[in-house]
Each structure stands twice: as C-alpha cells, then as structure tokens.
C-alpha cells in the first residue's frame, strides 16, 4: 500500500534540491495557465513538480482521444472536462499544490478577474485570436504581471530551434515563432513538451530573479 509523503517532507525535498530561499519564493507563487492542451498540461505538470505554490487552471474544453498523443491526460479521463482532469493528476504528483479552476471560455470580458490573483501568467491557447486577445490584454490592462506566451512547435523540425526570447520587460515568447500545424504533420508530442518546458523554466527563472537579456 503506498504512503503519501507529508507535506514537511515534501517541501524539505524540494528545498534540498532548489536550496530553501528560492524554494519559498516557488511555493508562495501563483501561476496562471491559459489552455490546457499539449502547452498548458504540460506547463502546469513541470510547475507542480517544482513546488509552485498555487496554480490556476483555464480551460472550457473537455478531454478527446486525439489530445492523448501529446497532452498530460489518461485514456480513461477521456469526455471529462480538461480542468478537473488535470487538477486529479496534478494532485497525484504535488499532493499539497492548490489548484484553481476555471472550465470557462477566457474573453475580453473575464480575463481580469480570472486572472487577478496570478503573479505570472503562461498563454497556452491553440487559437491565434484567442492568443492575441490575452496577450493584448494582458500587456494593456495587467501592468505588474509577467506573460510567458508561445508561438511556433509544430512539425518534426530541429529542436534547437525552439527558444526563449524577451519581447519586453514583463513578455516572454517561447518557440521557432514560424511554425504552424497546417505546415507540417501537425503537433508533435516531443517538439510541443519542449516549448512547454521553455515556459514553465521562463516562469522560475523569473522567480529566481533570472531575467532573458
């Protein structure tokens, strides 16, 4: 029968990995993911396996047999929605994260507030409108908030290409910035996990005080 670690474990863990002072700053953090597909599960399954205190879910869709070559879902998770999906999964992995979930449709209307509490936001939308209206939105109305965006994974190109650029003192963007699934054969699991990777490493370098030049 399996045990649980407490959560004084937990945390004793990850500081003896991070080191305690950049370990609290992680914990004490909320971030905000806005899609929950190959980029979002992803993004949020790294964060909670590096303490991230606080993680809020953003996602109306729901779980389909085509997302499960890329995405941190399970087959039989499959109909159920995506925030509940992932929230069960991340809690098997960070037992003691809080998860925040919104199975909503982010406008113009809602981001504000569903975004209020987050001190750093992860754009993970596969729509490009729906990409440029929370990056627009962000960067006109949430002025002390960090945007780590994507854009470009698709295909079988080299992953050398995928990377971390800084737009502006508070905007981020990870990926080849050309890609696009009507290029090539689509998302790839590996190329998709690797943009991923770039922004939730973005989000704790930006914690630690690490900034993109």
Avoid: W
């Amino acid at each position: 029968m399996c045990c649980i670690p407490s959560k004084e474990d937990m945390q004793r863990a990850l500081e003896a990995r991070h080191g305690k002072d950049l370990q609290q700053k992680f914990t004490n953090s909320t971030v905000a993911i806005c899609g929950l597909g190959g980029l979002g599960s992803n993004i949020a399954v790294s964060l909670a396996r590096a303490g991230i205190g606080k993680l809020i879910l953003v996602d109306f869709d729901k779980v389909d047999i085509s997302n499960l070559h890329r995405q941190q879902y399970k087959a039989d998770q499959i109909g159920r929605f995506k925030t509940e999906a992932l929230a069960e999964n991340l809690r098997e992995i960070a037992p003691y994260i809080q998860v925040e979930t919104h199975a909503v449709r982010m406008t113009e209307e809602n981001f504000e507030a569903l975004l209020s509490e987050a001190d750093l936001i992860c754009e993970a939308f596969d729509g490009a409108e729906t990409k440029a209206m929370l990056v627009n939105g962000v960067l006109e109305k949430l002025h002390t908030k960090y945007l780590i965006a994507a854009s470009g994974m698709a295909g079988l190109g080299s992953a050398n290409s995928i990377q971390t650029r800084r737009i502006t003192n508070r905007f981020y963007l990870c990926g080849d910035g050309i890609s696009d699934v009507a290029d090539d054969i689509g998302l790839v699991a590996p190329r998709v996990m690797l943009c991923a990777a770039h922004q939730a490493h973005m989000v704790l370098r930006i914690l630690s005080g690490n900034f993109e030049p």
